[in-house]
């Protein structure tokens, strides 16, 4: 059992284009995480959902847009994709975030490439 | 601002070596601090943490981390590696509910 899976695992797309990446978590935590892992291997977070509800979102472009219909999903969607988005988008959770977490459980990550 | 610093970006060792990878961080306040290894190809996996308590903390794999609050550190330490401890070694620290921060990352290379 997949405890936090994502899909697609790979991912290549034009310039331009509107593409959605899905998270799901079968563990009952509260908090779901998009972080995104450049190049560099250098991970940043991007979003966080309690509850379906927003805590954290960093410097990010509107072009990006998370959506969680339930505490198990966040989805991803990005529009207008750019060469800039190339990298690994990691979805996360933790089983709450005000309590601080006992550890985060990734899913095995969305290779994005935009050409 | 808040950072994780590590500042060994490739290690290179022989088998049965030991090892460290130093983590610095910058935060004035409680911290819990974490090491992620990301193995080739496979997802982030948590091998130790720190909330509280002894500073010296073991984790799987025969992986341990010492928390020196005057040094502001966390490094990670083995003291005989293995071909397959091969992956990238990830410190981070979390300031604030929720706001986890990461290192810039180690790549481990092993030689058999």
């Known amino acids: 059992d997949t405890a936090v899976s994502q899909t697609p695992k790979y991912l290549v797309t034009q310039m331009g284009n509107d593409k959605s990446i899905k998270c799901e978590q079968n563990?009952?935590?509260?908090?779901m995480y998009w972080y995104k892992q450049d190049s560099k291997k250098f991970l940043k977070i991007m979003f966080s959902?309690?509850?379906?509800?927003?805590?954290i979102n960093e410097t990010v472009p509107n072009r990006f847009s998370p959506k969680s219909p339930d505490k198990a999903h966040l989805n991803l969607h990005i529009n207008s994709l750019e060469l800039g988005d190339s990298a690994v988008y990691f979805c996360?959770?933790?089983?709450?975030?005000?309590?601080?977490?006992?550890?985060?459980?990734f899913g095995s990550g969305t290779r994005l490439t935009v050409v | 601002a808040q950072s994780v610093s590590q500042h060994n970006h490739h290690v290179i060792l022989s088998e049965a070596a030991s090892l460290e990878l130093g983590c610095n961080y910058s935060y004035g306040g409680t911290v819990n601090l974490f090491w992620y290894v990301q193995y080739p190809g496979q997802h982030l996996q948590l091998l130790l943490k720190y909330f509280s308590g002894d500073p010296l903390v073991k984790g799987i794999k025969g992986f341990e981390a010492e928390f020196i609050k005057s040094k502001f550190s966390f490094n990670l330490r083995k003291p005989s590696v293995q071909w397959s401890d091969t992956a990238e070694y990830f410190c981070a620290v979390l300031s604030s509910a929720s706001k986890i921060i990461f290192g810039s990352g180690t790549r481990l290379s092993i030689r058999p």
């Open positions: 959902y309690n509850n379906k509800e927003l805590i």
């Open positions: 563990l009952g935590h509260d908090t």
């Open positions: 996360a959770s933790s089983q709450n975030w005000d309590r601080g977490p006992s550890g985060y459980t």
